[in-house]
């Protein structure tokens, strides 16, 4: 993706008018004039995020070229693999930075976006982890966005509060806390409302940077016990990409006078091609990793992805691709091995299931699920795990405190040198399960709320008794999208139907038909569905696959104000 000034052309923008900020050299702010955003876009935290893009946006481009490489390798019949030239890195005998004492115990974690009372309720939840998400529970709206840097500004402080009129109830800080992490965006995003030498700027190092810029002191002060801040990386595909954030952080360490290793960070493995690099990855960040995670969700979608021109490694229905999978299971269990050589922590997958509160009995059966779920991933060895809402988190700390007894963490007790053997083939190892047509249906139900809700500024969706983010909309759109260029048969009803543009297009009129039925004419009007109907057929039809679901429908977020009215 090209980070140049046409790939936002001003079409796609609608225009408002806006005041100006006070900003460094070669830096516009196109965003609306708020003066609550001011205090966030001074012209000191500007000029940081100016210096990290202007050092980085080369390594970054380059980085993005190697992504369309590799993708042109696997699309001419390659597969993902160890890289022969840094065995010695796997082999060798090292170890990353100690784990800081504030975060040793991460047993649970919730993750939500970084709207204000989601942000207390989180850190109130009784998790050990609160990340908090600019990343895939977030529509990047120039209003999220502004407003979530000043919410972790006011919840670092410990002053976030929130007023709801509607309940007559005030929300405020417990005395005791969930840790902090921030997840920014990946490398592949760019943030249209912020223009850095004529350019659109790099999303993460927005969100890294005015988040680190006003944070990092009262941080380590208040809640790193001397380290942080903390991080969650998504979406990286190898350790290259990796070394960019090593060299961020060292060059904000150096700025901000703190010293090398204080900011820690969790990458997210969420990519196919991640798994193999995994060491090398570790690596690369060893004087600020405090470990990896299973990005499960994610890491489906870059399966099909990956192995797009692949005809021979179609997906059965989502809901069959789980942890049972030898793939999946597979990738967990180096996972952990992979931590724990290295000293640092592997955290489990999301639990996506919220409370289902006009049904006791399905309420049970699907807490059980959770349990079983989280069962297996401390017995393997994880040292915690995601929830995506604050009702399971009693059940699943229960899970972990049972098994663990009372240390913070497994990685000095649970090795598993078994999974030293793990290998290419166990990675690759084609899913197995039927293709239905009700999983089509799901699919597209679901993409198209998803992309309704994205659309006007919600990027984590409830559906189904299930949370949805981008990268569930992801394998819906993508899986979609591989039956409908393979034409696959849907074996599992019994009928031998294949998988066509005429037959999508009736799915697609019944779906629309259906979710209209369900949310009701009047909100159906009010809402974004059409549209949203129109960008995900358009995205399960495409001759060729869109990267990313999100990096297309984001020209359809982005609101300009008047050139100009920014002080240059």
Request: charged fraction near 25%.
């Amino acid at each position: 993706m090209s980070l140049s000034l046409g790939y936002y052309g001003d079409t796609a923008m609608k225009k408002i008018p806006g005041g100006g900020y006070d900003v460094p050299e070669g830096v516009d702010i196109r965003g609306r004039y708020d003066e609550e955003f001011a205090k966030i876009l001074t012209k000191e935290a500007l000029m940081f995020v100016a210096d990290l893009q202007r050092e980085f946006r080369n390594h970054v481009k380059y980085a993005m070229e190697c992504r369309k490489e590799a993708k042109m390798r696997y699309n001419s019949g390659g597969l993902p693999g160890f890289d022969p030239a840094t065995k010695n890195v796997r082999d060798g005998d090292w170890v990353c930075a100690e784990v800081p004492p504030a975060v040793a115990d991460r047993k649970v974690e919730i993750t939500g976006p970084v709207e204000r009372k989601m942000i207390i309720n989180a850190l109130n939840s009784g998790a050990k982890v609160f990340m908090a998400d600019f990343e895939d529970a977030l529509s990047p709206t120039w209003e999220n966005l502004m407003k979530g840097q000043v919410n972790l500004k006011d919840a670092v402080n410990g002053t976030i509060s929130f007023e709801d009129k509607a309940r007559n109830r005030v929300y405020k800080l417990n005395d005791q806390t969930a840790k902090l992490f921030v997840r920014p965006r990946g490398w592949h995003l760019p943030e249209a409302h912020i223009f850095i030498d004529g350019e659109p700027a790099i999303g993460c190092l927005v969100d890294f940077g005015l988040y680190f810029h006003h944070n990092h002191a009262a941080f380590r002060k208040t809640q790193g016990q001397g380290y942080g801040p903390f991080f969650y990386l998504p979406k990286m595909e190898n350790s290259r990409e990796a070394r960019i954030w090593n060299n961020v952080f060292e060059r904000a360490e150096r700025m901000a006078g703190i010293e090398k290793g204080s900011i820690r960070a969790t990458v997210l493995i969420e990519t196919l091609p991640a798994v193999f690099q995994m060491e090398e990855i570790l690596y690369e960040l060893r004087d600020h990793s405090v470990g990896l995670n299973c990005g499960r969700w994610d890491y489906i979608f870059s399966y099909v992805k990956t192995f797009q021109a692949h005809p021979d490694r179609l997906l059965p229905d989502r809901v069959l691709v789980g942890m049972g999978q030898h793939f999946m299971r597979s990738y967990s269990d180096l996972l952990i091995r992979t931590c724990h050589r290295r000293g640092v922590h592997a955290m489990g997958g999301m639990a996506a299931q919220i409370p289902i509160r006009d049904d006791p009995a399905a309420n049970e059966a699907a807490l059980e699920l959770v349990k079983k779920d989280k069962l297996r991933e401390v017995r393997a060895g994880h040292d915690g795990t995601w929830a995506a809402h604050p009702g399971l988190i009693p059940a699943i700390m229960e899970v972990f405190n049972n098994n663990m007894g009372d240390t913070p963490n497994l990685i000095k007790t649970m090795k598993r040198e078994d999974a030293a053997f793990i290998t290419e083939e166990d990675l690759l190892q084609i899913p197995r399960g039927v293709r239905t047509i009700d999983g089509l249906r799901l699919n597209t139900r679901v993409g198209i709320q998803y992309v309704a809700a994205w659309l006007t500024g919600t990027g984590s969706v409830p559906l189904y008794n299930l949370m949805e983010d981008a990268a569930t909309a992801e394998i819906s759109r993508v899986q979609n999208w591989q039956w409908l260029k393979y034409g696959v048969e849907l074996d599992g009803d019994g009928l031998g139907v294949c998988v066509t543009t005429e037959l999508f297009g009736k799915v697609v009129e019944e779906e629309m038909a259906q979710i209209e039925r369900e949310v009701g004419r009047d909100r159906f009007k009010k809402g974004m569905y059409k549209e949203a109907c129109k960008i995900f057929t358009r995205q399960c039809t495409a001759p060729v696959l869109d990267d990313f679901l999100t990096l297309n429908a984001y020209n359809y977020i982005v609101v300009h104000h008047p050139r100009g009215s920014s002080k240059l």
